[in-house]
């Protein structure tokens, strides 16, 4: 089984709709997760962060924690073409506190 | 001056070559990474300075050694690279000891012909 697992998509959403993006993980002690934005041919930015269960809303980003399900969420509402990108879920590992990558979803948002 | 700077941006060499890839932070953080990221892959997590130790990721082939001058100063020397290494190497630092997540550098894109 894979530390953080997505789905690899594309995932294709038109513009204005709600695009949501899912992460599982393996280590049931992880504390810490966040979502980073990767554009192509770019490194990768952080754009959400978060640690307790529930939801966290940060303009258009609302990222969703549930540990007892082992998995994260990212929803992006109003999407827009500028959103097309990859989004990395990134988990830290209990063993070592080091940051462990998803494979990363594409996401396309069409005009 | 950005946070985290690399250099250089692009690298094309050979197999015999050896050649080095630079990083520098200024963002005042104690532990630096070096990451793969290759075509459909998820980013591969090489080498890790933390307070000027270093982890090591056991799969990273010997052909690969980094340098960690200091805190602020990560290195990346190649020798006799093969075609498969041709990627994405990310270079990345944050503040250990807490949730700190990790600041990107710009990336270097290594070709090995």
């Known amino acids: 089984q894979k530390e953080v697992e997505q789905n690899s998509g594309p995932l294709s959403v038109p513009e204005g709709a709600i695009a949501s993006l899912n992460c599982t993980y393996s280590?049931?002690?992880?504390?810490?997760f966040f979502w980073y934005r990767q554009y192509s041919g770019k490194s990768p930015e952080l754009i959400m962060f978060?640690?307790?269960?529930g939801d966290k809303e940060d303009g258009r980003f609302t990222a969703q924690l549930n540990k007892a399900s082992q998995y994260v969420s990212l929803l992006i509402r109003d999407s827009q073409p500028s959103d097309s990108a990859t989004y990395l879920c990134?988990?830290?590992?209990?063993?070592?506190?080091?940051?462990?990558f998803g494979q990363g979803t594409e996401l396309s948002v069409k005009p | 001056e950005t946070g985290v700077t690399q250099t250089p941006r692009h690298l094309v060499m050979g197999m015999t070559n050896k050649k080095s890839l630079k990083c520098e932070q200024h963002?005042?953080?104690?532990?630096m990474y070096w990451y793969k990221q290759s075509a459909k892959k998820p980013l591969e997590l090489m080498f890790v300075?933390?307070?000027?130790?270093?982890?090591e990721n056991n799969s990273v082939p010997s052909r690969f050694s980094p340098e960690c001058p200091n805190s602020s100063h990560l290195f990346l020397h190649l020798h006799t690279l093969q075609p498969e290494d041709s990627a994405l190497y990310l270079c990345?630092?944050?503040?250990?000891?807490?949730?700190?997540?990790?600041?990107f550098g710009n990336g270097t894109r290594l070709t090995v012909t």
């Open positions: 990345a630092s944050s503040q250990e000891g807490g949730n700190s997540p990790l600041h």
């Open positions: 978060i640690y307790s269960n």
């Open positions: 963002l005042g953080h104690n532990a």
């Open positions: 300075y933390s307070l000027e130790e270093r982890v």
């Open positions: 990134a988990v830290i590992r209990v063993k070592g506190r080091k940051l462990i």
């Open positions: 280590d049931r002690g992880s504390q810490s």
